[in-house]
């Protein structure tokens, strides 16, 4: 399959070959067809499976076959959680639509609104937005959107996450009921049901990343200890295996602060990012990981969603979730395109029914291996035999549910969708993957 075949004009097509794309990612083989043909979408996604281009790719041949914006009119509003998220999806519609004539920007907050102003006055083809200085905007009446042809929410479980819920409702009821509506989501959650169903219209549904189920691409295993001996596991690991990049989940935000600086004690450079510190310090922290300065990066769960980080050799959770899908989310940050990613769990006794959760989820009992010097006193009591295929320690057999997926692990899922698409680009092509 090439990008040829799927019904994009020949400037576009020009674009993505001055890029380096030889072939669509299955993401975009999916939606690139559906938008061409008008259709709202739904799509379950996560970052590097190349959406942003899924979505962005279409939407430029709609309207470059258009008329131009009107004064302060908007065409198509993408919205977005964050600001960097924001700024690398103008990043992609310029890339991509390189040799069109069409208008883009981007508004979000923590900067001045003037100059944003300005440049919404003469209208724009593509506006990306954070939601609440959209808002703002709107409110000062520097923004329009009578003419608006298509609306994208992009990271919508992050943005409910993040408690964008209301301001979300507010844009729609300012937008013309005739338009074209793309959701995209790493989950479908019932809340993002709930949100869709006042938002798309018969919606074409696409699914990239099989829910549930964990990459084969990536080793994983327990480490029994307990809870107290952590920091120093955590630390001892970090220096025996030599990482230098680690992402290491944290379920709580202190949790994440307090062992940055226990890591630090033990002469090893740490950040965290959460929802506590500002746009800023976020940022700036995600900026020092990436430079390869820093080699732990200590991330909760709702601020590593959406990061845009390049996935990694190394995820560690500190503790287990206490969602089992967020695992899932978690050492999807790991295993790159060819390579084996390795994700370890620190587990303590009083995690078990986690890990319950975990295995009956992904269908398999985790590995679990001891280390040398941190043999847990408390031990962590055995994981139910048969995960996956039958509950043990209840007694009514007759009410489970088999997880969905559980067969996934045989071999007849496609490898293709697990395929990280900015790594594939960046190996080839170092120097003009646009977004790190
Ligand atoms: P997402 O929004 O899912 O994070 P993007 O569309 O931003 O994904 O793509 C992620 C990375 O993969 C980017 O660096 C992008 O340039 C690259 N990429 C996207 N589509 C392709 C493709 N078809 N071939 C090669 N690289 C691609
Ligand atoms: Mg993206």
Do not use: C
Not at 40 to 59: E, N, S
Not at 78 to 99: F, H, N, W
Not at 393 to 417: A, C, F, H, I
């Amino acid at each position: 399959m090439s990008f040829d075949s799927l019904g994009l004009s020949a400037d576009i097509l020009k674009a993505l070959n001055k890029k380096g794309y030889s072939k669509p990612s299955p993401i975009q083989e999916q939606a690139i067809p559906a938008v061409l043909k008008r259709r709202d979408m739904m799509a379950a996604a996560q970052t590097g499976t190349g959406k942003t281009a899924g979505f962005t790719l279409p939407i430029l041949d709609i309207l470059s076959k258009g008329k131009p914006p009107a004064t302060k009119q908007v065409r198509t509003l993408i919205i977005t959680p964050t600001r960097e998220l924001a700024a690398q999806i103008l990043d992609s519609v310029e890339t991509y639509g390189k040799y069109l004539p069409l208008t883009a920007t981007v508004v979000f907050g923590g900067v001045k609104i003037n100059p944003q102003i300005k440049r919404l006055q003469k209208g724009v083809d593509i506006l990306v937005a954070t939601p609440g200085r959209l808002l703002d905007l709107h409110h000062q009446g520097a923004v329009r959107f009578d003419d608006l042809e298509i609306l994208v929410l992009d990271e919508a479980d992050r943005m409910l996450d993040m408690g964008f819920i209301h301001d979300i409702r507010k844009i729609l009821s300012y937008l013309p009921s005739k338009r074209q509506n793309l959701l995209f989501s790493a989950t479908f959650s019932n809340d993002i049901r709930k949100l869709a169903k006042t938002m798309v219209n018969d919606p074409v549904e696409i699914s990239v990343t099989p829910r549930n189920t964990t990459a084969d691409t990536v080793k994983q295993w327990i480490v029994p200890v307990d809870k107290k001996q952590k920091p120093e596991l955590l630390a001892a690991l970090t220096h025996k295996h030599k990482w230098e990049q680690v992402l290491v989940f944290s379920r709580t935000k202190h949790g994440a602060d307090r062992l940055v600086k226990q890591l630090d004690k033990n002469q090893i450079t740490a950040v965290a990012i959460h929802g506590n510190k500002s746009q800023n310090a976020r940022t700036r922290a995600l900026a020092l990981f990436k430079k390869s300065g820093v080699r732990v990066l200590v991330a909760t769960d709702i601020a590593a969603r959406g990061i845009d980080i390049n996935q990694l050799p190394q995820v560690v959770n500190f503790d287990l979730p206490n969602v089992p899908e967020d695992y899932v989310h978690r050492i999807g940050r790991t295993g790159r395109a060819g390579e084996v990613g390795q994700a370890v769990s620190l587990v303590s006794a009083d995690e078990i029914k986690q890990l319950r959760d975990i295995e009956r989820l992904i269908g398999r009992p985790l590995e679990r291996r001891l280390e040398d010097g941190f043999e847990p006193d408390h031990d962590l009591p055995a994981s139910n035999s048969n995960v996956g295929v039958k509950k043990s320690n209840k007694p009514n057999s007759g009410g489970y549910k088999k997880p969905s997926n559980s067969n996934n692990n045989g071999g007849n899922r496609k490898p293709s969708t697990k395929t990280n698409y900015r790594n594939r680009n960046k190996n080839k092509k170092p120097s003009s993957s646009g977004n790190n």
